[in-house]
């Protein structure tokens, strides 16, 4: 079992960027598919990016790919989303994910599959 929080959110310009974080404890493990994901109010919960920790396998939403960047510090335990050229569509709650691998080299992309969640990190994108 993992425990996620994470951090990182906050206002910024378009066209700026912003690294979220994500720190993982519990069960410090290789074994898991992470992913970030962001919802607002007017739309539902949407995978952003994908890390599988075994086979290092990255999966990105059309919507960032070419922007942003999942990554793993796997020393300190933690997760990250670099996002870079920011729109003001990019304004969101972002939370981390987790779920324990079974087998496979890839990451699923869509919520139910996941089965750790952090508390979320709000992203605010102004003009």
């Known amino acids: 079992q993992v425990q996620l929080a994470e951090s990182g959110g906050g206002s910024v310009q378009v066209g700026g960027s912003l690294r979220l974080s994500c720190e993982i404890s519990?069960?410090?493990?290789?074994?898991?598919?992470m992913g970030w994901f962001r919802q607002t109010p007017r739309r539902e919960r949407e995978g952003v990016a994908f890390?599988?920790?075994?086979?290092?396998?990255?999966k990105y939403a059309d919507s960032v790919k070419g922007r942003s960047t999942i990554s793993r510090d796997s020393a300190k335990n933690m997760l990250y989303l670099q996002m870079n050229s920011l729109k003001r569509d990019d304004t969101a709650m972002y939370y981390c994910?987790?779920?324990?691998?079974?087998?496979?080299?890839?990451?699923?992309?869509?919520?139910?599959?996941?089965?750790?969640w952090g508390q979320g990190t709000q992203v605010t994108v102004a003009s």
């Open positions: 994910a987790a779920v324990k691998l079974v087998f496979g080299t890839e990451c699923l992309d869509v919520r139910i599959a996941y089965d750790y």
């Open positions: 519990g069960d410090s493990g290789s074994g898991y598919c």
């Open positions: 890390l599988n920790l075994r086979s290092q396998y990255t």
